[in-house]
Structure formats: C-alpha cells, structure tokens
C-alpha cells in the first residue's frame, strides 16, 4: 500500500472524529428509475437496460453533510429466474462522501468518499450520465471560493489500489481546476492533471490546458486546448487537442446553429519510441463524438491515429419543455499511420427531449453512420450503422 493510501485513510479519519458529536440530521430522500429501449445495427441487436437509483441527503450539522447513493443497473431479462438471484451482484454504491465546511485555517469545503467528479464540459473528467451506471471516483475533493469571481477545486483520486485482489498496481489522479468569471458573461477555465500508476511501465501522464467561453449578443463561442506530456506506459508523451465552437441563437435562443471543430492529435508511428496520441483521461466523449458512440475510448478507437471532427449542429426549442437538435459530423483521423485514407465516418444525429413534469422526461432519437474505409481498417465498423433509442426518465 502506497503513501497516497495513507493520505486517504488519514482524512477519513479526521472525517469520522469530526463528526462523532453530530446531532440528529435532516434527511431527504431522492431517486431515479430510467429505462431505455435501444436497438442497433449493423450488429442487429436490441436491448431494454434500466437505472434504478436511490439516495440519503443528511444535513448533520450547519457544517457537516452526508450523501449516499444505491445504484442497480441492469438489462430487462437477463435474469431468466429472479427466484435465483439472490446475490445481487448489480447492485453497488454508485455515490457515499462525507462533506465538511468552513475547514479551520484553510476554509473552504472538504469532500471525502465515493463521488461523481465533472469539472468544465466533462472533456476529460466527468460523470458519463449517459450511461446506465455511470462514473464516480473513490478519494478527496476540496472546494474554495475567491470572492465572488473564483473557484478553485483540487481532487485526490484512488483510481487502482494494488492491496486489492483483482489489481495489480497503484493508480491515481491529482488535479486542480480553476474557473474565473469574466467581466462579461464569459468565464476562463484553467487545469492541470497528473495520471500516475506503478510498474515498470508505469505513468507519469501530466495534462494541462484551458477553457474560455464567452457570449455578445445572439453569439457564443467556446475555445478549449490541452497539452500532455511526461510518460505513457513508460514511453515519453507529447500530444495535444484543441476545440473550437460557435453558436448563434434565433428568436430568443428559441432556435440556433453551431459550428464545431475537434482535433485530437494522433501518432503515426507508434513503434518509434515516444507517444502523440491524445488520451481523453475519464471524458463524457457521448454528447461530443457522435451520439452513435464510435469515439468514446480515445485513443483505442481511432488505433492511435488520433480525431479531426468538424461538425454543424442545428438545435430548436419550440416550447420550454421541447427540445430537438440535429447533429452531422464528418469523422477523419488526425493521422494516415497505416490507413488508406483518412476518412472514418460521417454521422447524423437525430435527438428529442419533452420534459413533462419536474419529474417526468421523456427523450429519443435516432442516429446514422456512414462508414468510410478509414474505419473499415481500423475495424470498428464493417458497414454502415444505425441506432435508435428511447428512455423514460423519473426521478425525485
């Protein structure tokens, strides 16, 4: 067990001796059940999969809180006998930290535990919402406010523990990330993280980068780059990624278009020694990459080649509850490496969200892939592919 681990279950500690005197708390309840319905081709298979979560909200004391979160995820008849399933093996602790304001000295808000952890667009750490399951990390997340215009978060993940019967090695994730509020509407973004594993081959990965996005009038607009170096599987780092995005609003923001550009750098010679490829860390790649899910484990998918993703999204709101948007991307690699061709895929996607109660949501939609022979050779996808899914979303 490494020194991290200790760093870990010494605040644990001071967590449970800080909170031996609480007094009765304040509790609320909360849950969610959200079935899906998909059916995708050209694998030619549906499937209904469903979320079932049920959550503690404690207020101890005016400084201390509790949150703990059950989670079941599960496909509609996988269990052909439930008489049989007493084991409840998809059942798990999805969420459970204990949360601490006002720390002495230092000020600020201590949160220690199982926790989702999404800072900016969730480009390289996020919650994954999309998926059934989701994502949380185990480890400390501190939160401090500089007046009123600054935020500084640092986090301590656990992401490996090698005590562990099922690892091997120690893996964890040390991270700071700042937004400052512009004197307009806009606000910059500013981070570093750095990926660490033991072994031989371990890692040193560190990523930093930012985020500026900013509106004037009808117009938006976001920049986002990141830079990665150190080593890679005991290999040198130097790859990159920036994105660009433009909106423009009509009626209001009742309607609008985006213009969007990704590059994610590739290696065109993985056996040389060093690593250009972009790794996207703990990203939610699903709203960015295409809804059809080709791009969200960069860089496996890609065989290291790395993404270029130019794409127009159209978006309409024709009433508060109803939102619609049509996205089409034209998908190449951002290196030839052993492909003929550059060219990956083009996409469409087609998406519908109407909120009918507080709690009650219900969406669909319906994707199309275009497959090129950029992504023929990678082998991610022989033919052209189709998806169209529909899900039910309540919640308290």
């Known amino acids: 067990m490494r020194r991290s681990s200790f760093v870990f279950g010494a605040a644990a500690a001071l967590l449970i001796a800080g909170t031996a005197a609480a007094q009765t708390p304040d509790l609320t309840f909360g849950g969610q059940v959200r079935p899906r ?12 999969s469903m979320r079932v979560r049920a959550s503690l909200n404690a207020i101890v004391d005016p400084r201390v809180r509790v949150f703990i979160q059950l989670q079941d995820v599960r496909l509609w008849g996988a269990e052909t006998n439930t008489l049989a399933d007493y084991s409840a093996d998809n059942f798990d602790l999805h969420q459970g930290y204990a949360e601490i304001s006002g720390l002495p ?36 997340r501190y939160t401090r406010g500089f007046g009123q215009r600054t935020d500084l978060n640092l986090v301590a993940l656990k992401t490996s523990e090698n005590s562990a019967p099922a690892n091997l ?42 985020r500026w996005l900013d509106a004037a009038g009808a117009l938006s607009w976001r920049t986002e780059a990141s830079y990665q170096f150190g080593t890679r599987g005991g290999a040198d780092v130097a790859a990159y990624m920036f994105g660009l995005e433009g909106t423009y609003g009509l009626r209001g923001g009742a309607a609008g278009v985006t213009l969007w550009y990704d590059y994610l750098s590739g290696d065109p010679t993985p056996a ?28 496996t998918q890609t065989a290291g080649l790395g993404l270029q993703d130019p794409a127009i999204k159209f978006f309409v709101r024709p009433m508060p509850a109803l939102y619609a948007h049509l996205d089409l991307h034209a998908f190449s690699a951002a290196q030839q490496g ?11 996607d087609l998406a519908l969200k109407y909120q009918i109660s507080p709690a009650l949501g219900l969406s669909g939609g319906y994707s199309y892939v275009h497959a090129l022979d950029g992504i023929k050779e990678i082998g991610t996808l022989a033919h052209d592919g189709a998806w169209a899914w529909l899900m039910v979303d309540t919640k308290f």
Do not use: C
């Open 37 to 48: 319905y998909e059916r995708r081709r050209p694998v030619n298979t549906s499937f209904t």
């Open 338 to 348: 052993f492909l003929t061709t550059k060219n990956l895929a083009d996409e469409a």
């Open 272 to 299: 040389a020694g060093n690593v250009k490829v972009f790794s996207t860390l703990y990203a939610t790649n699903h709203p960015y990459y295409g809804l059809y899910d080709l791009f969200t484990d960069i860089p």
């Open 169 to 210: 090695r120690d893996a964890s994730v040390l991270g700071a990330y700042s937004t400052i509020q512009t004197m307009s509407a806009g606000a910059f973004d500013a981070y570093a993280f750095l990926n660490a594993r033991s072994g031989p081959a371990g890692d040193r990965q560190k990523t930093v980068g930012g």
């Open 105 to 140: 000295w230092v000020g600020g808000l201590l949160r220690a535990g199982r926790q989702e952890i999404g800072f900016g667009d969730e480009r390289l750490m996020g919650a994954v919402n999309w998926t059934q399951q989701g994502r949380a990390f185990d480890g400390l």
